[in-house]
């Protein structure tokens, strides 16, 4: 289907014109009818597949036809960088139409905080917060959600496991009884369906492929003693010249004593809990430019963003849900690019490493260890019960279909392409001459 059957009023047509979105993605042709009921709803679907654009559009077109003053549309989203996304979003689709949208967030100086107060004095008609400087706002009584017909949590499962719940509910007891209330999630853990009793009324609910990762990520997995991984991160690093890599550690103790090590080699920086938000800015905008080209992270990155061509995430540790695994492999190979992804798993982590493939439903490759750093635990026997050694290269799928019929880009400045159907069941199979790793001499192969 096209955007057009829809019948959004002209000005956001030529918005969506504008940001080259030709097609809806299948969280979108899904949610927005929904949405435009005026019903309360779920919407599940995995990171990269357009949820923001599933709620700012009906959302958009349904506040441009109303005549009431003051904000009526409240977006919740765990992060500042999150909050400034989806608000350039709402800026980008909102061009035409002359609305006013602010992102809320903590951090920053004194000004900031003025200006995000008298932007919501001044009656901005969307406010896209985080849930602590929200609070702090409405605590100095002078911010008004009477005119409020929407109330969007956007990630919702990392707000709960951020311990934003209360929070939430608070602010929710400032805003009208009578709205209407959207909440989107890339998982549905049984806390959010609980919680979200609690605040929408009879919601319609979608859910969509969860689980898939992308379909242009080669996936491979070192099987790694924790005294090799740094050794064998620098050779990763060293057999390529990235431009964009992310490396993903399990705590941010681990996040900064990678970084020490890595930084005598490599430019690179940290991305954590504990930087400020001018700190974490300077290191987005970074590497968004390429001027950096190597983060180490943890989770706080891999949900949500849109950091565009990651060519290759590295998880230093096995991600301890399933989940963040798709997460954080959902970094790279957005919008129909290849990417790359590689996960080192230890004799602790072999049960993760299974889990992980029995979600992603797919056998990630085994790649041997570089002879320099020598064999690492022979764990085949505990992942599954099958060995992958031998696998031609990339990850094979285990036989349940990808459910994707289209995917969205990320570059709204370039035209859509069609997946091509082709493919499609293999979501990311590679030939093995795509491994780069293989291809150098000190490699064993098999
Ligand atoms: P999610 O919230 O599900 O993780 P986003 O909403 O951030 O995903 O969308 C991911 C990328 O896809 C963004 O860069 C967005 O601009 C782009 N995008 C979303 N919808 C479409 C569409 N219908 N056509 C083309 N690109 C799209
Ligand atoms: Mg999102």
Same mark, same amino acid.
Do not use: C, W
């Given at each position: 289907?096209t955007f057009?059957?829809f019948?959004?009023v002209?000005?956001?047509?030529?918005?969506l014109d504008?940001m080259?979105?030709e097609?809806p993605?299948?969280?979108?042709?899904?949610a927005i009818?929904?949405?435009?009921?005026?019903?309360?709803?779920i919407a599940?679907a995995?990171?990269g597949?357009?949820?923001?654009?599933? #709620?700012?559009?009906p959302? $958009?077109?349904? *506040?441009s036809q109303s005549? /009431?003053k003051g904000?009526?549309? &409240?977006?919740i +989203?765990?992060?500042?960088?999150?909050?400034i996304?989806i608000?350039?979003q709402?800026q980008?689709l909102?061009?035409?139409l002359?609305?006013s949208?602010?992102?809320i967030?903590?951090?920053?100086?004194?000004?900031t905080w003025?200006?995000?107060?008298?932007?919501?004095?001044?009656g901005?008609?969307?406010?896209v917060?985080?849930?602590g400087?929200l609070?702090?706002?409405?605590a100095?009584?002078?911010?008004?959600?009477?005119?409020?017909e929407?109330?969007i949590l956007?990630?919702?499962?990392?707000?709960?496991?951020?311990? #934003?719940s209360?929070?939430? $509910?608070t602010? *929710?007891?400032?805003?009208? /009884?009578?709205?209407?209330?959207l &909440?989107f999630? +890339?998982?549905m853990?049984p806390?959010?369906?609980?919680?979200?009793?609690q605040?929408?009324?009879?919601?319609?609910?979608i859910?969509?492929?969860?689980?898939?990762t992308?379909k242009g990520?080669?996936?491979y997995v070192?099987?790694v003693?924790?005294g090799?991984?740094?050794?064998?991160?620098?050779?990763i690093?060293?057999?390529?010249d990235?431009q964009?890599?992310?490396?993903f550690c399990?705590?941010?103790d681990?996040?900064?004593?990678?970084?020490?090590?890595?930084?005598k080699?490599?430019?690179v920086?940290?991305?954590?809990?504990?930087?400020?938000?001018?700190?974490?800015?300077?290191?987005m905008?970074a590497?968004?430019?390429?001027? &950096?080209?190597?983060?180490?992270?943890?989770d706080i990155?891999?949900r949500g963003?849109?950091v565009e061509d990651?060519e290759?995430?590295?998880?230093?540790d096995t991600?301890?849900?399933p989940?963040?695994?798709?997460?954080?492999v959902g970094?790279?190979?957005r919008?129909?690019k290849k990417g790359k992804?590689?996960?080192?798993?230890?004799e602790?982590?072999?049960y993760?490493y299974?889990?992980?493939q029995?979600?992603?439903g797919?056998?990630?490759e085994?790649?041997?260890?570089?002879?320099?750093i020598?064999?690492?635990?022979d764990?085949?026997?505990?992942?599954?019960?099958?060995s992958?050694?031998?696998?031609?290269?990339?990850?094979?799928?285990k036989g349940?279909k990808n459910?994707?019929?289209?995917?969205p880009?990320?570059?709204p400045?370039?035209?859509?392409?069609?997946n091509?159907?082709?493919?499609?069941?293999?979501p990311?199979s590679?030939?093995?001459s795509?491994?780069?790793?293989?291809k150098?001499?000190?490699?064993?192969?098999?």
């Open positions: 289907m057009s059957e019948n959004f002209a000005e956001l047509q030529e918005g504008a080259g979105f097609k993605t299948p969280i979108q042709e899904q009818p929904i949405i435009m009921e005026g019903r309360d709803l599940t995995q990171t597949t357009g949820k923001t654009a599933a #709620f700012i559009l959302v $958009l077109n349904q *506040i005549q /009431k904000v009526k549309v &409240l977006i +989203a765990p992060t500042r960088e999150l909050a996304q608000d350039q709402i980008g909102a061009y035409f002359g609305i949208s602010i992102p967030y903590g951090g920053g100086d004194g000004n003025e200006q995000q107060r008298k932007a919501l004095e001044l901005a008609e969307i406010v917060a985080t849930p400087r609070i702090a706002l409405l100095g009584g002078k911010v008004k959600f009477d005119a409020l929407n109330l956007d990630e919702a499962d990392r707000m709960l496991d951020m311990g #934003f209360d929070d939430i $509910l602010i *929710i007891q400032h805003l009208p /009884k009578k709205r209407q209330t &909440l999630s +890339a998982t853990p806390k959010i369906r609980k919680f979200s009793q605040i929408l009324h009879d919601p319609e609910q859910s969509i492929a969860l689980g898939k992308a990520v080669s996936q070192y099987h003693y924790d090799q991984k740094e050794a064998l991160v620098n050779h690093l060293k057999s390529q990235f964009a890599v992310i490396i399990s705590t941010k681990k996040v900064k004593s990678l970084f020490k090590t890595l930084k080699q490599f430019q920086e940290a991305f954590h809990a504990d930087l400020d938000q001018s700190e974490r800015e300077q290191i905008s590497f968004k430019n390429k001027s &950096l080209k190597i983060l180490v992270a943890t990155l891999s963003i849109d990651i290759m995430v590295v998880n230093f991600p301890n849900d989940e963040d695994y798709v997460h954080r970094r790279t190979a919008a129909e992804a590689v996960t080192f798993v230890n602790k982590d072999r993760k299974r889990n992980i029995n979600l992603i797919l056998e990630i085994v790649v041997p260890n570089p002879e320099e020598g064999p690492g635990p764990l085949a026997a505990a992942s599954s019960g099958k992958y050694g031998k696998s031609a290269g990339g990850a094979k799928p349940k459910k994707f019929k289209s995917k880009r990320s570059n400045s370039t035209k859509p392409r069609e091509p159907e082709s493919g499609e069941k293999k990311s590679v030939k093995s795509d491994n780069k790793f293989r150098r001499k000190n490699i064993k192969d098999g």
